[in-house]
């Protein structure tokens, strides 16, 4: 049974749809990129998954368990992890509050041990641990958001646009941490990215979405040698 299945979703804002038509299935071990240009409905999946956006049509299934319905807290509860697209730290808040913050749905103890990960994938923060979140970089906030996400050990982890705005050298340190929790933890992510380029290097399956629904699917490595993928999203 896949850890995640999405069949046909629709999103809908109002009138408005935020997506019409998607579907792609994830194992527990797996990556997925999430490809598309502005609009093109990634956000939207990731909410919809998360319980923070109404979908009148289609099926989420979280290990075969129906989603209609549920919390977002529940949702959290079960294992499902987010970094929110433009950071979303707690800016007058310290990185290790900002930390701790994550892990709201474990135990204490695990908290510190869990930190204590976190600041060997992210020295940075470490060193940065008692500043408040505002006064970090960008690419550091970046690394907090996603350090807070990993604190609770998320059997799946949605990550909304990492690479935004940020300079080139820190978006490949961040593919690398990934790359690394995903082998030390076996990590389950998507990664939804207008950088498709460097998405469908850190994961290992694409899906590519335009106005709302899924179009080309399959592996990174075929995918980043497809023309049409070349034409439309990698700039070749
Ligand atoms: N809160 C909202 N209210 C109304 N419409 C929305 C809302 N959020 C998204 N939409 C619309 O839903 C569609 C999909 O948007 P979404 O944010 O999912 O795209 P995206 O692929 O994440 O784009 P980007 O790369 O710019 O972040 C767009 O047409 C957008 O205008
Ligand atoms: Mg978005």
Redesign the pocket.
């Known amino acids: 049974m896949p850890l995640l299945q999405v069949t046909d979703l629709q999103v809908r804002?109002g009138r408005?749809l935020?997506t019409n038509g998607i579907s792609f299935s994830l194992e527990a071990g797996e990556s997925l990129a999430l490809v598309?240009?502005?609009?093109?409905?990634?956000?939207?999946t990731l909410k919809a998954i998360l319980g923070m956006a109404e979908w009148p049509q289609g099926q989420i299934l979280l290990d075969g368990q129906d989603l209609r319905g549920s919390k977002t807290s529940d949702i959290v509860r079960q294992g499902v992890g987010f970094s929110p697209?433009g950071r979303r730290v707690f800016p007058m808040m310290s990185v290790a509050d900002n930390l701790r913050a994550g892990a709201f749905t474990r135990p204490r103890e695990e908290a510190a041990e869990r930190m204590e990960a976190m600041f060997a994938y992210f020295p940075r923060l470490r060193e940065r641990a008692g500043q408040r979140a505002s006064s970090l970089s960008g690419g550091e906030q970046q690394m907090l958001a996603i350090g807070r996400a990993l604190m609770s050990r998320p059997r799946l982890l949605l990550l909304d646009?990492p690479s935004l705005g940020l300079a080139p050298i820190i978006v490949e340190r961040i593919g690398e941490i990934i790359e690394e929790v995903q082998r030390r933890e076996g990590l389950t992510f998507i990664l939804?990215e207008?950088n498709a380029n460097w998405a469908m290097r850190v994961a290992k399956r694409a899906v590519i979405?335009e106005l709302?629904r899924s179009t080309i699917a399959g592996d990174c490595a075929t995918l980043l040698d497809d023309p049409r993928v070349q034409n439309a999203y990698l700039g070749l």
């Open positions: 804002y408005i935020g598309g240009s502005n609009g093109a409905g990634k956000s939207s697209e646009e939804a207008q979405l709302g």
